[in-house]
């Protein structure tokens, strides 16, 4: 679900609003190596519809993926969308995010911060480049590459720390174990703000060593046991803390 | 999709909410004769939200369907909640809005009115029985039943008249002929509204003359062809003009 005011600025346009609604999506069937069959809209009728329906034909034409049905309503106050994707498992078992064991790498495909970049492109209106905000790339090809040889993974849409934590403690009595110097960044002298801010679309994955990665992927750390009371996130060998992502 | 203000009342009992907006998907999936394998659910998140997943458990547990994922959100302003239910085919070719053919026997499955009545009891707050309107009953086991002996079927839910007319034009040159005198109605002295009120979820459905039907329903009229200046909706062999139901 996206709504007005929490998913999109003011004054934002409709077609890319279309875009990352179902792009989102995609991203999410993109982590579990699925193959797309088709969308469900859940739409509130409004202003910009018509050019709603551009960007909704252009993102769905751009991943070959057919709107199936869905419901339109009018209702009142800030607008909300809601979209369901459907798709298929190429690879069975789908990658679960639970799945990192001791020793396996943790590998990110994609850059970091890219997404805030474009956000405070748009937001301060000077024209900058805002693609990676505002129409992010679902990475399906790799994720259906990546479904047979990862043991964990998922789309870092709220956050690098964030979704690194949830997937130490889906894991069990594991930590993951980050290296600051490796992880890709867009912005490196924002460092701390580029692996906690959302909406970009990576795929975050864990393997054993020695797997040989279909895609091109940065190795960020590895998957180490831990014992109860032990830190299941760290940096440079110490527990991160303080507000990890975007959490809602 | 369901919002506050259109699609319920302020003050609703958010058990009830919940219990609607599964309840009316699943009647989708009743009219196509499917079998609900499970719900998505896009929720925003707000106040009454225990009571709304008291009756989110008690309709799942009801009919047997579980949660299988979804979203949550927090957005301002009224609340919109979207539900996608996924169901299997019981019997292919999966009944459509089309086929209705001359010569068919129309019928309807259920009472037309009670979710009107319903719905005036909750509003006068007299604590008169609100439960079809509250809590709608989805007709799955009979759309099952019927999925193989019908020409088409759809669910009441916008009004019969509405959606009568909407089969008439989805079928191509036919009209419905409906006989006033059989249309099983709550409220006899309100007849007119009892057949354009929506919410029902009843079924409605044409089958060829001589099929044996598996389920309790009422013939209603007949399929005849019509030209293309010829009325799609007659009711006693009148045109029927003005508000057919709930436009949206």
Same mark, same amino acid.
């Given at each position: 679900?996206?709504?007005?005011? *929490?998913? !999109? $600025?003011?004054?934002?346009?409709?077609?890319?609003?279309? !875009? +990352?609604?179902?792009?989102?999506?995609?991203?999410?069937?993109?982590?579990?190596?699925?193959?797309?069959?088709?969308? $469900?809209?859940?739409?509130?009728?409004? %202003?910009?519809?018509?050019?709603?329906?551009?960007?909704?034909?252009?993102?769905?034409?751009?991943?070959?993926?057919?709107?199936? =049905?869905?419901? *339109?309503?009018?209702? %009142?106050?800030?607008?909300?969308?809601?979209?369901?994707? @459907?798709?298929?498992?190429?690879?069975?078992?789908? /990658?679960?995010?639970?799945? #990192?064991?001791?020793?396996?790498?943790?590998?990110?495909?994609?850059?970091?911060?890219?997404?805030?970049? =474009?956000?405070?492109?748009? +937001?301060?209106? *000077?024209?900058?480049?805002?693609?990676?905000?505002?129409?992010?790339?679902?990475?399906?090809?790799?994720?259906?590459?990546?479904?047979?040889?990862v043991?964990?993974?998922?789309?870092?849409?709220?956050?690098?720390?964030?979704?690194?934590?949830?997937?130490?403690?889906?894991? =069990?009595?594991? #930590?993951? %174990?980050?290296?600051?110097?490796? @992880?890709?960044?867009?912005?490196?002298?924002?460092?701390?703000?580029? @692996?906690? !801010?959302?909406?970009?679309?990576?795929?975050?994955?864990t393997a054993a060593?020695?797997v040989?990665?279909?895609?091109?992927?940065?190795?960020?750390?590895?998957?180490? *046991? #831990?014992? /109860?009371?032990?830190?299941?996130?760290? @940096?440079?060998? +110490?527990?991160?803390?303080?507000?990890?992502?975007?959490?809602?």
């Amino acid at each position: 679900m996206m709504a007005e005011g *929490t998913h !999109w $600025l003011p004054g934002a346009d409709p077609f890319d609003i279309a !875009w +990352k609604l179902v792009a989102v999506n995609l991203s999410d069937l993109a982590a579990k190596g699925a193959e797309p069959l088709g969308v $469900l809209l859940g739409h509130s009728l409004g %202003e910009g519809d018509d050019r709603f329906l551009e960007g909704l034909n252009a993102v769905l034409a751009e991943y070959d993926v057919p709107l199936l =049905g869905g419901d *339109t309503i009018r209702a %009142e106050g800030p607008r909300t969308l809601g979209l369901t994707a @459907i798709g298929r498992a190429t690879h069975t078992p789908v /990658p679960s995010r639970s799945g #990192a064991r001791d020793g396996d790498h943790i590998y990110v495909s994609g850059e970091l911060g890219r997404a805030m970049l =474009g956000f405070e492109a748009l +937001k301060d209106g *000077t024209g900058g480049d805002h693609e990676a905000y505002s129409r992010p790339r679902p990475l399906l090809d790799e994720g259906r590459a990546l479904a047979p040889v990862v043991s964990a993974m998922m789309d870092v849409s709220d956050g690098l720390l964030l979704d690194c934590s949830r997937m130490a403690c889906a894991a =069990g009595s594991v #930590a993951f %174990e980050l290296d600051s110097a490796a @992880i890709p960044v867009a912005a490196p002298a924002r460092f701390d703000e580029c @692996i906690r !801010w959302g909406d970009d679309y990576a795929l975050l994955f864990t393997a054993a060593p020695g797997v040989k990665l279909p895609v091109s992927s940065t190795r960020i750390g590895s998957v180490r *046991t #831990a014992g /109860p009371g032990e830190a299941r996130l760290t @940096i440079d060998g +110490k527990p991160v803390s303080g507000t990890l992502g975007y959490q809602h």
